[in-house]
């Protein structure tokens, strides 16, 4: 399984909960259809679990939906789930229900920021496909029309998340191509633990690349710092993204900045960088009042999404 159908397959473990949520997952998917509701055929996919809960929600709204399973004409190793309506009256009632067609995106499903991140992930899923982090940093969405990339972005950017632009074979891509704004936006869809493996492969790159220039080190040594250099920048980044890092004061701050800006640093690189040096293991205890700080605002739901 690839690298992309791994983050599918852990977005698609957490349900969303809420009608309004599952809603604005279903209208990305159906707005950005390239044949419905001309044609009965919504969207393949070879993600069983998001066949069954974009037919689910089609139920809801009393639509009649069919999910048909076929081998990959490339792969037959490949299992393809296909989602259609047969029934033109429904695809009709479904259009105007969601003013589907090349009209400019309907807010009215959007309004609310859980719902904005629903739409991005249902994006993601249909839509979107990613490279392995071992051989490039790179994320994207088919948004078909200048008029969609336009608005998509709008909305990405009102969760965050500054796509880039572009064109190929007649249409318009958004794409990520900085590993920071890929992993902020597979924890925003749901896949925190994809993020973090990402992470994990930049770290290991950063690591043996500065490696390679000073000396060899043991791979136990290289796989601690690079768990543990991964783990501390989730945590400043979380704490970042929630509270702010003014929250941890001058002194953590300083040590925070300084590991997002210089992730392959060791504790005693860090120390010495310091405005005011300080020995390694008072940066390790600096770095590990900060992992406990994040701690505590997880536990206390800083920062969830509503």
Same mark, same amino acid.
């Not at 859980?114 to 979107?128: D, I, K, N, S």
């Not at 948004?143 to 007649?170: D, H, M, N, Q, W």
């Not at 597979?186 to 950063?206: C, D, F, H, W, Y």
């Given at each position: 399984?690839?690298?992309?159908?791994?983050?599918?397959?852990?977005?698609?473990?957490?349900?969303?909960?809420?009608?309004?949520?599952? @809603?604005?997952?279903? &209208?990305?998917?159906?707005?950005?259809?390239?044949?419905?509701?001309?044609?009965?055929?919504?969207?393949?996919?070879?993600?069983?679990?998001?066949?069954? $809960? %974009? %037919?689910?929600?089609?139920?809801?709204?009393?639509?009649?939906?069919?999910?048909?399973?076929?081998?990959?004409?490339?792969?037959?190793?490949?299992?393809?789930?296909?989602?259609?309506? $047969?029934?033109?009256?429904?695809?009709?009632?479904?259009?105007?229900? &969601?003013?589907?067609?090349?009209?400019?995106?309907?807010?009215?499903?959007?309004?609310?920021?859980?719902?904005?991140?629903?739409?991005?992930?249902?994006?993601?899923?249909?839509?979107?496909?990613?490279?392995?982090?071992?051989?490039?940093?790179?994320?994207?969405?088919?948004?078909?029309?200048?008029?969609?990339?336009?608005?998509? &972005?709008?909305?990405?950017?009102?969760?965050?998340?500054?796509?880039?632009?572009?064109?190929?074979?007649?249409?318009?891509?958004? &794409?990520?191509?900085?590993? $920071?704004?890929?992993?902020?936006?597979?924890?925003?869809?749901?896949?925190?633990?994809?993020?973090?493996?990402?992470?994990?492969?930049?770290?290991?790159?950063?690591?043996?690349?500065?490696?390679?220039?000073?000396?060899?080190?043991?791979?136990?040594?290289?796989?601690?710092?690079?768990?543990?250099?991964?783990?501390?920048?989730?945590?400043?980044?979380?704490?970042?993204?929630?509270?702010?890092?003014?929250?941890?004061?001058?002194?953590?701050?300083?040590?925070?900045?300084?590991?997002?800006?210089?992730? $392959?640093?060791?504790?005693?690189?860090? %120390?010495? @960088?310091?405005?005011?040096?300080?020995?390694?293991?008072?940066?390790?205890?600096?770095?590990?009042?900060?992992?406990?700080?994040?701690?505590?605002?997880?536990?206390?739901?800083?920062?969830?999404?509503?």
């Amino acid at each position: 399984m690839s690298f992309c159908q791994d983050v599918k397959q852990e977005v698609m473990k957490t349900p969303l909960r809420e009608f309004h949520c599952r @809603n604005a997952m279903v &209208y990305a998917i159906l707005k950005l259809s390239k044949t419905f509701p001309q044609e009965p055929v919504v969207f393949s996919t070879e993600n069983k679990a998001l066949a069954e $809960e %974009a %037919a689910s929600m089609l139920a809801e709204l009393g639509a009649i939906v069919d999910i048909r399973r076929d081998l990959h004409r490339l792969r037959a190793d490949t299992e393809v789930y296909t989602v259609s309506i $047969e029934h033109e009256n429904t695809r009709a009632l479904l259009r105007d229900y &969601y003013h589907l067609g090349r009209s400019p995106l309907d807010w009215g499903f959007l309004e609310q920021d859980c719902c904005r991140v629903a739409f991005l992930r249902g994006l993601f899923l249909a839509y979107g496909s990613m490279a392995s982090p071992e051989k490039e940093y790179h994320l994207e969405i088919n948004a078909l029309t200048p008029l969609f990339a336009e608005e998509l &972005y709008k909305v990405a950017e009102s969760c965050g998340i500054r796509f880039k632009v572009a064109r190929r074979k007649g249409s318009e891509l958004l &794409y990520l191509k900085e590993s $920071e704004q890929i992993e902020d936006f597979l924890t925003l869809i749901g896949a925190p633990v994809s993020s973090m493996r990402l992470m994990e492969v930049k770290v290991m790159k950063t690591v043996r690349n500065h490696v390679n220039r000073t000396t060899n080190c043991e791979t136990a040594n290289l796989n601690k710092t690079v768990s543990a250099a991964a783990s501390q920048v989730q945590d400043i980044r979380f704490i970042r993204d929630t509270v702010g890092l003014s929250y941890l004061g001058p002194e953590l701050q300083e040590v925070a900045e300084l590991r997002l800006k210089n992730e $392959e640093m060791s504790l005693r690189e860090l %120390a010495a @960088n310091l405005s005011q040096p300080i020995s390694r293991s008072g940066v390790n205890h600096r770095l590990r009042r900060i992992s406990e700080i994040a701690e505590k605002l997880r536990e206390q739901g800083t920062g969830a999404p509503g």
